[in-house]
């Protein structure tokens, strides 16, 4: 008997502080979330609470440490991690696809070509930004880093980008939204020169697409708890449609929270901003055909392989 109602205060304790633990990163890929942590308190009788950060390397640490169980990486980020910690991580979900524009005040710039000669500073070294330009550079014939081509800057950093381009300090950059929204708030003469996504799709056919965000699980997390993450997922796709839906509200909601983004920028950026959720299994062409981009620039990158099948949830 005293077995018996020690398992029963075992599993009552265990209720009452087991948590859904997700991590965000403050800025674009939080926005579809953001009704989700705000209007669902709790999945399967499990308390939802999540914690904010400013950047993978700071989640990164707390999700190895079996402290955050959900979270929202750049795609290579994600595969390295599953690469280097034997798994420890699985993608459940896309949840953005690619949203980058190259953006000017040059009235004379309307495409790649007109950029030769130039200086294009890019949002992103080492990443989903630099990586994608330089194929797309490739598959152009227009080379990068060279007097007859488009010599490419990383100095500046991204939150620095669009002030200097409005300043006239630099004429042309490469970023994602909202930051391309934020430019044309400021200015209406800022002109995008080039979608990035519509580039990639005239080279890889007209449905093709590459993902910029996913949706990270930790493996314990979903072995242990399938039901709660089927859950989970679909509670995020129907606020991923609520936010497509009210763009208004979601920017107020955005602001609330403290995510990092003012609610003006938020409301103009959604629609342009390509969110999705489509699930990893369904997103495995598209993730590695990005992830063999990023091996014939930088195997290190995604931790020198493909993942395999097991990292699709």
């Not at 242990?224 to 208004?248: A, D, G, I, Q």
């Not at 979601?250 to 929270?257: D, F, S, T, V």
Request: charged share 20%.
């Amino acid at each position: 008997m005293k077995k018996l109602i020690a398992s029963l205060l075992f599993l009552l304790c265990v209720s009452l502080f087991a948590q859904i633990r997700v991590g965000v990163l403050t800025g674009p890929s939080c926005i579809p979330a953001a009704h989700l942590l705000e209007s669902v308190v709790s999945i399967n009788d499990t308390d939802l609470t999540y914690e904010s950060f400013a950047n993978p390397n700071q989640l990164l640490p707390k999700m190895l440490k079996d402290e955050i169980d959900i979270a929202f990486l750049p795609p290579n980020v994600a595969a390295k991690v599953y690469n280097t910690s034997g798994g420890e991580i699985l993608c459940a979900a896309v949840t953005g696809y690619g949203n980058l524009s190259i953006i000017t005040n040059d009235q004379a710039v309307t495409g790649l070509e007109d950029l030769k000669g130039k200086t294009l500073n890019v949002a992103g070294a080492g990443a989903t930004p630099e990586y994608m330009l330089r194929y797309i550079l490739s598959k152009k014939g227009i080379k990068a880093d060279s007097p007859e081509g488009i010599t490419l800057d990383f100095s500046i950093p991204t939150q620095q980008l669009v002030p200097l381009l409005l300043s006239g300090k630099i004429s042309y950059a490469l970023l994602p939204e909202p930051f391309v929204s934020l430019a044309g708030l400021k200015n209406p003469d800022i002109n995008v020169c080039c979608n990035i996504q519509n580039e990639y799709a005239k080279l890889e056919g007209k449905n093709a697409v590459y993902p910029l965000t996913v949706m990270v699980v930790s493996k314990k997390f979903a072995e242990e708890n399938t039901s709660s993450l089927n859950k989970f997922l679909l509670e995020y796709k129907e606020s991923l449609s609520w936010t497509l839906e009210n763009p208004v509200e979601a920017g107020i909601l955005c602001e609330e929270l403290q995510l990092g983004l003012n609610k003006e920028i938020v409301t103009a950026s959604i629609p342009k901003a390509n969110y999705v959720y489509l699930p990893a299994k369904k997103a495995k062409k598209a993730l590695e055909k990005l992830f063999t981009i990023f091996l014939q620039n930088d195997a290190g990158s995604i931790g020198g392989k493909l993942p395999d099948s097991a990292f699709y949830y």
